[in-house]
């Protein structure tokens, strides 16, 4: 815009100046012109009396004394003054007994005749282009110049006006861009026209307002969550009266995973715009560990669990917990759109830049719609497969070689 508005003025000021420039040269050139001719015209006018008073003596003297070069071509042939041929002009003024101006290569030539009575006389004087001409070149200079400076002058405020709009546009922009980066704290400076300081203050009070929806949502899930403590301890209580111990120990177990996914979730909603810490975790290890949490569930229901996990560490840059509710979210997919028996694998295997977790089953796979966040085919919330991708730098579903679907999750190195 800048650069535009600049091209803008630059070009309006050039055509105005040579709107203004041309007619000024020709009628710089047109008086120069003027000038040298009635310059000429009066020293043949002051030359024309004495031709007729018939005293040669006194007209050699003033003839030769004159700042323009003099002819006079008296009516017995005598040339008196700057020796010169009678040229067609004398002639025709001699013939008809009047002046002539007459344009010819070197100049513009004057021929005045003065009738007597033995004939005609002619005065004739040359004014050459270098007369007629003398000063236009040093006045067209001026006005070049002058026309320069002025156009230098137009850009140089065409560029003050195109910054007052310009910067306060690109700071908008610099605003708008660090509101997108989650920066909710960025406010922009009104400045530059009133309809630029309307946008910063609407674009300030967009801010402000995202900033009192984003608390007010935080609030909600934070109250959402607190409010499931309640629930988890009427169940660690229920798990502590079983009778079996090791029922009793894996109900506990998953209580305490579920309590801390909640308290992760209420810390989560309450931080305020700060930078997310790099977190990272051991893949194998969580993975071995949800793997043998579901396992229990896939005995009972007579599902058959594979799982080929590396035999040693494998860190991924996904907090233990995001890791470990994504592949419960993929497994849970697996126990609630397949029938009882259905088998299943969980592999895990390092992958150039990170680690590839698939989870495959033998069922019928999954719908078309299964794929959208929030919508499901079960009467769920919809949101497991979201889960599992938030955490994936490339999510893919496609068929098992069993005929079922298979869930590819390619997870960075820290």
């Avoid at 674009?203 to 403590?229: F, K, T, W």
């Avoid at 009882?340 to 680690?355: I, K, P």
């Avoid at 089953?361 to 949101?383: H, I, K, M, Q």
């Amino acid at each position: 815009m800048r650069r535009r508005l600049t091209l803008l003025v630059a070009g309006t000021t050039v055509l105005v100046l040579l709107a203004f420039l041309i007619p000024m040269a020709l009628l710089v050139r047109q008086v120069a012109a003027d000038r040298a001719l009635s310059r000429a015209d009066d020293v043949v006018q002051t030359i024309v009396p004495l031709v007729g008073a018939g005293d040669v003596t006194v007209l050699e003297l003033t003839v030769t004394t004159q700042p323009v070069p003099v002819t006079v071509f008296m009516p017995d042939g005598t040339v008196i003054g700057a020796p010169a041929a009678p040229t067609p002009a004398v002639r025709l003024a001699a013939a008809r007994g009047r002046a002539l101006t007459v344009k010819t290569e070197s100049g513009q030539e004057l021929a005045v005749a003065v009738v007597g009575t033995a004939g005609n006389a002619v005065v004739r004087t040359l004014v050459t282009n270098a007369e007629i001409n003398r000063g236009v070149g040093r006045a067209w200079l001026t006005l070049a110049g002058l026309g320069v400076v002025l156009v230098l002058l137009g850009l140089l405020v065409a560029d003050r006006l195109a910054r007052s709009i310009t910067v306060p546009i690109i700071e908008l922009s610099e605003v708008s861009h660090r509101l997108a980066g989650a920066e909710l704290n960025a406010r922009a400076e009104p400045a530059g026209p009133p309809e630029l300081r309307e946008v910063a203050g609407a674009l300030n009070h967009l801010a402000g307002r995202i900033q009192d929806l984003l608390r007010a949502e935080r609030e909600r899930v934070a109250d959402l969550s607190h409010r499931l403590r309640t629930p988890l301890t009427a169940l660690r209580l229920e798990a502590e009266s079983l009778r079996d111990a090791d029922e009793a120990a894996r109900i506990t177990s998953a209580t305490d995973q579920l309590e801390r996914t909640v308290t992760a979730l209420i810390q989560q909603a309450r931080r305020r715009d700060t930078a997310p810490a790099t977190v990272s975790c051991d893949a194998t290890a969580v993975v071995q560990n949800r793997v043998a949490f579901w396992a229990v569930l896939a005995e009972d229901t007579g599902r058959d669990v594979r799982r080929h996990l590396p035999s040693t560490p494998l860190p991924v840059a996904v907090a233990a917990d995001d890791l470990a509710a994504a592949l419960d979210a993929l497994l849970g997919n697996v126990f609630a759109h397949t029938p009882d028996g259905t088998a299943l694998s969980v592999t895990l295997a390092a992958h150039e830049g990170g680690a590839l977790l698939t989870v495959d089953d033998a069922g019928p796979g999954f719908p078309a719609s299964a794929v959208r966040r929030g919508v499901s085919a079960a009467e769920s919330t919809g949101l497991g497969l979201d889960i599992a991708r938030q955490i994936a730098t490339t999510f893919t579903i496609r068929r098992s070689a069993a005929g079922g679907a298979s869930v590819q999750l390619i997870l960075k190195t820290p």
